[in-house]
């Protein structure tokens, strides 16, 4: 036997319903005017409800989605669930990825109204973009590291294959015994690089923070290329002041100074002598800036593009090095939740 509920025990259940969900719901007419608002929703836009109610939608939209919520309530309106996703914010809020679904009334065949249905999807949607740029960082490697691995182990398998036939006392040995370290050395380098980035991007959420003086971590890196700036006649001028404070891992912070650091010394300019300025900042928004800029070769940023953060992207062929440096950068600064901004001066 089925169980029927009265009307009064169905609208206790919708009600409590209403008023608990951690998703928004609104009740609105076809003018879009609000007829009704769960907590949830009045928490988000930050107003009581007495200022709420018989208020348009649109009141609390941004302007480039007032045309789209219209064309979704009249799809509502004719009789259809409506579901669809976008990117806004609501009232005051912050912009957020929604899910949101409009679902008709009905009484007496007719559509008397709309509750809309918006679900917070923006840690799912932020979740689904890192994985998708994990992923395109992965392929990447993989590409680069393979291309990078078969060129030394090619050469060293066919020394080997010469080192077979030759006498061990000739010169020809001695030759390809001194080609074949160099190979397996250059195989060693790209699994010791291999190791150094991932053993950046293994330790998501084991990083430790603490409040760490800027000024005393960058003025210890300055100290270790004390001897190289002298030799090359470089200078570094930090204007950080004593009670800078970031919350970050130190020995990140350090390794971030020290790859900057190294780079500018390395692609410095034969034209003038190396000059390193280090500057903080608190900008409107009262988050902590961090300058780091010299005076050396530079970078065309538009034409190196993304590839500037890329595994094994070099753009100053006669300067010795990997490309690691920057990566590095990026993935350390990744770890701390800061970003990195490239500008070309001159």
């Not at 000739?170 to 991932?198: A, C, P, W």
């Not at 409040?211 to 300055?222: D, I, N, R, S």
């Not at 650091?261 to 903080?280: C, G, H, Y």
């Not at 050396?296 to 590839?307: S, W």
Request: charged share 30%; proline share 3%.
């Amino acid at each position: 036997m089925k169980k029927r509920f009265s009307n009064p025990a169905k609208e206790i259940r919708f009600r409590s319903l209403f008023e608990n969900s951690l998703e928004l719901i609104l009740y609105q007419n076809e003018e879009s005017i609000i007829l009704d608002a769960n907590p949830a929703f009045l928490k988000l836009v930050g107003e009581p409800k007495e200022n709420v109610i018989y208020r348009s939608y649109n009141d609390f939209l941004s302007e480039d989605v007032e045309s789209l919520y219209k064309e979704k309530l009249e799809e509502a309106f004719s009789g259809k669930t409506v579901r669809f996703d976008l990117f806004t914010s609501q009232g005051n809020s912050e912009p957020r990825h929604w899910d949101v679904v409009k679902v008709p009334v009905v009484e007496n065949k007719k559509v008397v109204g709309v509750h809309m249905v918006a679900r917070d999807n923006t840690e799912k949607v932020r979740s689904r973009e890192e994985i998708l740029e994990k992923n395109k960082d992965l392929q990447q490697f993989t590409y680069v590291v393979s291309h990078n691995l078969r060129s030394p182990l090619t050469n060293a398998l066919g020394l080997v294959d010469i080192l077979e036939i030759l006498e061990p006392d000739s010169l020809d040995f001695q030759s390809s015994l001194e080609h074949l370290g160099i190979s397996l050395r250059q195989l060693d380098q790209v699994i010791k690089d291999m190791n150094t980035i991932l053993s950046i991007r293994d330790k998501d959420g084991l990083v430790q923070t603490e409040f760490v003086p800027l000024k005393g971590v960058v003025e210890q890196v300055v100290e270790n290329f004390k001897k190289d700036l002298r030799d090359c006649g470089g200078t570094v001028q930090v204007a950080i002041p004593k009670d800078f404070i970031v919350k970050a891992n130190k020995a990140y912070l350090y390794s971030i100074f020290f790859n900057l650091l190294s780079n500018a010394i390395k692609f410095r300019s034969n034209e003038r002598p190396l000059q390193v300025d280090v500057t903080v900042a608190i900008n409107d928004g009262q988050e902590k800036e961090i300058c780091f800029s010299d005076n050396g070769l530079g970078v065309d940023l538009e034409q190196a593009g993304e590839n500037i953060f890329k595994l094994y992207k070099r753009f100053h062929p006669k300067q010795s090095g990997r490309g690691l440096g920057l990566l590095d950068i990026r993935l350390l600064l990744q770890k701390e939740d800061s970003e990195e901004i490239l500008q070309q001066q001159g």
